[in-house]
C-alpha cells in the first residue's frame, strides 16, 4: 500500500516559482510511474506531469515549458518544479503512484485517486 503526502505549496506572484514535493511510503520497484494533477475550484482534475523510472516525461499542454517533473529514487520522493507561474495555475496539487502519460494521470485523478494535496495559488 503506497502512501503520498504532498508539501510544498504556497502563496505567490504571478512570475513567481515553487517547488512540490511528494513523499511516497510503501513505494515498490513496480511502481514506475508518477505523476502529478490539479483541481482548480469549480473544474475537472487534470493532470499536470507524469514520470516513468526510465526518464520519460509527459505534460500537459498548458504548463509545458514551465513545470519539470523529476524524482529523487533514494529519498521516494517525486518533485515538481514550477517557474513562471500564472494566476490559472491556482489549484489543489496531488501526485499519483501510476500513470506513466499526463493523460493517465487525468484519468486516474478522475477515478478518484490522490491524496490530500497542497494548495497554490498565483495571484
Known amino acids: 500500500h503506497v502512501q503520498l503526502v504532498e508539501s510544498g505549496g504556497g502563496s505567490v506572484q504571478a512570475g513567481g516559482s515553487l517547488r512540490l514535493s511528494c513523499a511516497a511510503s510503501?513505494?515498490?520497484?513496480?511502481?514506475?510511474?508518477m505523476g502529478w494533477f490539479r483541481q482548480a475550484p469549480g473544474k475537472e482534475r487534470e493532470g499536470v506531469a507524469a514520470?516513468?523510472?526510465?526518464?520519460?516525461?509527459s505534460y500537459a499542454d498548458s504548463v509545458k515549458g514551465r513545470f519539470a517533473i523529476s524524482q529523487d529514487s533514494a529519498k521516494n520522493t517525486l518533485y515538481l518544479q514550477m517557474n513562471s507561474l500564472k494566476p490559472e495555475d491556482t489549484a489543489m496539487y496531488y501526485c499519483?503512484?501510476?500513470?506513466?502519460?499526463?493523460?493517465?494521470?487525468?484519468?486516474?485523478?478522475?477515478?478518484?485517486?490522490g491524496g490530500q494535496g497542497t494548495q497554490v495559488t498565483v495571484s
Open positions: 499519483v503512484a501510476a500513470g506513466c502519460t499526463v493523460d493517465a494521470v487525468t484519468l486516474l485523478a478522475r477515478m478518484g485517486y
Open positions: 510503501g513505494y515498490t520497484s513496480s511502481s514506475n510511474c
Open positions: 514520470f516513468e523510472r526510465h526518464g520519460s516525461t
